[in-house]
């Protein structure tokens, strides 16, 4: 008959906090909550892991029933509000001041939060791409034992991958002469001429020069136009400016169009919600760094990184899904939609399993 400590094994779990101050003689109060608080993120990040693991598992196969598309939903969810409590975990760290962090800072060098393993292994199972990190060598700080364990753990498809690779198997919706993209692509046309007509209202009755305005405008017309071309859509993933491909993104659009069919609502809620964690990790940096910022100011951090500025550009720059947030630019009301064909929309009334 099992009992709840040896379950738990609370005996291990309970006895894994030894403050480094208590070791040199100087024993600091705060350094507990910074130990416990600590060891908490790193067992939720494995939970987010072990959930994220089995979403790419089941993303990963040439046909994903609906049913397993649920199931992935509602396990992101989850990993979505875990994150949630990750970033609400900061204002526990916060009741702790500068200077009773000071008190046994010195004593944790050189180790840091940046040799976290598991978040390592998070990052490249959401799907970071090298090239969009701020610091090209960050595994130099972790242990060969733990370089070995991450690249081992990371060594199959990312999130990203097998959610593109999800989305390009959506069925594009043409039937005869109609094409959905030639539709759509003439309505967004329409609001952004709709947008110009504004601007340039606004202007005159501003007496302003328009410009720059109309720049922009016309701009995110050539970005929008690109999406459509083969041609020039290669050269925005050969310039990073996409990662994303062309079929899938286009996927992406049409699903964020039309989520209003039945057959679509249960794909727009599980890339909702896909959208939602990059939020989330992002926001979990952001809390990150102004925790720092509040502990340490412009100091440099233990594991010798340029501490509050290195965090920061993490925050801004190393998102994995911001080509589907992107998208937002180009999706138009509801009242300006194309409406579908008849046999499409009856089609998208329906949830058909069959290959």
């Known amino acids: 008959m099992i009992y709840y400590s040896d379950y738990l094994q609370l005996d291990k779990v309970l006895d894994a906090q030894h403050p480094e101050s208590d070791k040199h003689g100087a024993p600091a109060h705060e350094e ?134 999800w989305l390009e198997k959506i069925p594009f919706m043409e039937s005869g002469a109609y094409a959905f993209w030639d539709a759509y692509k003439t309505a967004v046309q329409n609001m952004l001429e709709n947008d110009r007509r504004e601007v340039r209202t606004l202007a005159e009755t501003e007496h302003r020069d328009p410009s720059e305005a109309l720049n922009q405008i016309d701009a995110n017309e050539r970005g929008f136009l690109a999406l459509f071309d083969a041609g020039q859509y290669a050269e925005l993933l050969q310039q990073g400016s996409r990662r994303m491909s062309q079929t899938a993104t286009l996927a992406v659009l049409f699903i964020s169009t039309y989520r209003q069919y039945p057959l679509l609502q249960l794909p727009y809620q599980f890339l909702d919600a896909v959208i939602e964690l990059d939020k989330l990790v992002s926001l979990w940096r952001y809390r990150h760094t102004m925790m720092v910022s509040r502990m340490i100011g412009m100091r440099v951090g233990t594991g010798g990184s340029s501490g509050h500025e290195y965090l920061m550009r993490t925050t801004m720059q190393q998102r994995v899904f911001d080509d589907v947030t992107s998208l937002s630019s180009f999706l138009i009301p509801a009242h300006a939609t194309p409406a579908l064909p008849a046999e499409i929309a009856d089609r998208l009334q329906f949830v058909n399993e069959t290959r």
């Not at 979403?55 to 397993?68: N, Q, T």
């Not at 975990?89 to 940046?114: H, K, V, Y």
């Not at 040799?115 to 998070?122: C, V």
């Open 32 to 165: 507990m909550l910074f130990i416990i608080t600590h060891q908490t993120f790193e067992l939720w990040f494995k939970q987010v892991l072990f959930e994220v693991g089995s979403i790419i598992k089941l993303l990963d196969r040439d046909y994903v029933p609906e049913s397993d598309v649920a199931v992935c939903h509602a396990r992101l969810r989850r990993v979505n509000r875990i994150m949630e409590l990750l970033c609400d975990q900061f204002s526990l760290i916060e009741t702790m001041t500068p200077s009773e962090f000071m008190d046994f800072r010195a004593f944790l060098n050189p180790a840091s939060g940046f040799q976290s393993m598991q978040w390592r292994i998070l990052e490249r199972t959401l799907g970071l791409a090298q090239d969009r990190r701020v610091l090209k060598h960050y595994t130099d700080a972790l242990a060969e034992q733990h370089k070995q364990q991450l690249d081992a753990a990371t060594a199959g498809p990312s999130l990203f991958d097998v959610v593109q690779r």
